[in-house]
C-alpha cells in the first residue's frame, strides 16, 4: 500500500501564510498525479490544487491566485504554498495521489487519501 503524511496545518490569521505538505511511502513505482482537498463543516470535499508529474497545475477559482501547488518527484512529496488566507480557506485539507506501486512483485494502481490536517483562519 501506498501511505501519505501530511503536515503544516495550523491557525493562521486572515492575510498569513500556511505551506504544507504531503509525502507519499511505500513500493512506489510512479505517481501520476497529486492534489489537495478541503472539507469544511457542513459542505462536501472539494479540490483545491492538483499537479501531474509533469508539472501541469490545476486550481479551484476560490485559490485561483493565492495557493500554488509544486512537487519533488524524487521524494514523492506535493507542497501547497497558500497565501492571502481567508476564514472561508479553514477547512480539514486532505492530501490525494494516484499512481503505481508494486504489490508483492506486481504492478498496481493506486488512489491513497492522507489523515487530513486542520487549517483555521482566524483572528
Known amino acids: 500500500q501506498v501511505q501519505l503524511v501530511e503536515s503544516g496545518g495550523g491557525l493562521v490569521q486572515p492575510g498569513g501564510s500556511l505551506r504544507l505538505s504531503c509525502a507519499a511511502s511505500g513500493t512506489i513505482s510512479s505517481i501520476y498525479n497529486m492534489g489537495w482537498y478541503r472539507q469544511a463543516p457542513g459542505k462536501q470535499r472539494e479540490l483545491v490544487a492538483a499537479i501531474t508529474s509533469g508539472g501541469s497545475t490545476n486550481y479551484a477559482d476560490s485559490v485561483k491566485g493565492r495557493f500554488t501547488i509544486s512537487r519533488d518527484n524524487a521524494k514523492n512529496t506535493a507542497y501547497p504554498q497558500m497565501n492571502s488566507l481567508k476564514p472561508e480557506d479553514t477547512a480539514v485539507y486532505y492530501c490525494?495521489?494516484?499512481?503505481?506501486?508494486?504489490?508483492?512483485?506486481?504492478?498496481?494502481?493506486?488512489?491513497?487519501w492522507g489523515q487530513g490536517t486542520q487549517v483555521t483562519v482566524s483572528s
Open positions: 490525494n495521489a494516484g499512481g503505481w506501486y508494486y504489490s508483492l512483485g506486481h504492478l498496481t494502481d493506486f488512489n491513497s
